[in-house]
Each structure stands twice: as C-alpha cells, then as structure tokens.
C-alpha cells in the first residue's frame, strides 16, 4: 500500500469511550483533515498495554495507567495526512488537559492527567511502529480521494 502522506496512530481511550464521545472525537479528526487509513473497536489485553506502555514502565503511573487502558474498549486508528504526527499532537493539545489548549481534544473530552481521552504518536518512527502493533497491511486503506 502506498502512503500519500505521514501516518501518525491514535487510541480514544476507555474514558471517552464510556462517556460516549467516540463520534464527536472521529468527527473532528475528520474535519482537521486526516484520512482515516485504518479502525477497530477493540478492548486491550493486560499483555498488549503493557507492550504498548513498556517506555514507562519505571513510571509512577504505569500500573494505574495499563489498568486503565484495560478496563474497557477502546478505539484504535491509523491516520493519514501531511506532517501527521505533529498536526494531530496539536489537535489533540497537551498530555495534561489543564495545559492544553482551548478547542483541543483532550481540553474538551479529558477527565484527568491519566484519563486523558486520546494517545497520539510521538514521532514518525513511533507511528509506523504502533500502526504496525495493531494493524495488518490487509486492514489499511489509501485516502479515496
Ligand atoms: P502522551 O504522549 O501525551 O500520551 O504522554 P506520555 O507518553 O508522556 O504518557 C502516556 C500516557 O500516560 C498519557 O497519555 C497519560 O494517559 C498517562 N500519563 C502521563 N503522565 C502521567 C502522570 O503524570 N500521571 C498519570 N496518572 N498518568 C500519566
């Protein structure tokens, strides 16, 4: 499969999930311009968010963050658009809700720190390596348009 553009990978996680704000998350991801190459609803294994989260595996937080990312489905997607990676860490603002900016993803849909609505790969060797996690080439598909 080609790629017209960078691909970055996200997660809406379990909060956002239960809260029901998957549709308004999916559709401002659409409007800022991603093409969505891949998608499944899904609920991780305690193995695979440990393997996810392993670089924060000395963190304070990395048993109440895998417990959380266990506890329900979760969404997960491949997007595709120019300088993804960075473009969707500015959609998706700050780690820490309260730091991000106003009209971001984790600024409106956010609990907490930890509860923090959506991931967003940090670099582009990052993006292919979770897209490669949880997809198979078979399950992705070039922008339509
Ligand atoms: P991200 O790239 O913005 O997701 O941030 P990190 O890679 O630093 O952290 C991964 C995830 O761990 C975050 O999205 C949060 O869900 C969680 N997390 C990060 N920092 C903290 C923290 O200080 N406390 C808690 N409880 N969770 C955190």
Redesign the pocket.
């Given at each position: 499969m080609s790629q017209k553009g960078n691909i970055t990978f996200t997660m809406i996680k379990p909060g956002a999930i239960a809260n029901e704000h998957m549709g308004s998350i999916m559709n401002m991801i659409s409007k800022a311009g991603f093409w969505i190459a891949a998608i499944k609803f899904i609920k991780l294994s305690q193995k695979q968010a440990e393997e996810f989260?392993l670089v924060?595996k000395d963190r304070p937080?990395y048993g109440?963050?895998v417990e959380f990312m266990t506890s329900g489905p979760i969404i997960v997607a491949v997007l595709e658009k120019d300088n993804a990676v960075s473009d969707y860490r500015k959609l998706i603002g700050a780690?820490d809700p309260s730091k991000a900016e106003d009209g971001t993803i984790r600024k409106i849909f956010a609990e907490s720190?930890?509860r923090?609505a959506v991931?967003?790969s940090?670099s582009n060797e990052n993006a292919i390596i979770e897209a490669d996690f949880f997809f198979a080439r078979s399950e992705r598909f070039d922008r339509i348009i």
């Open positions: 989260y924060h937080f109440s963050l780690t720190i930890e923090n991931h967003g940090d």
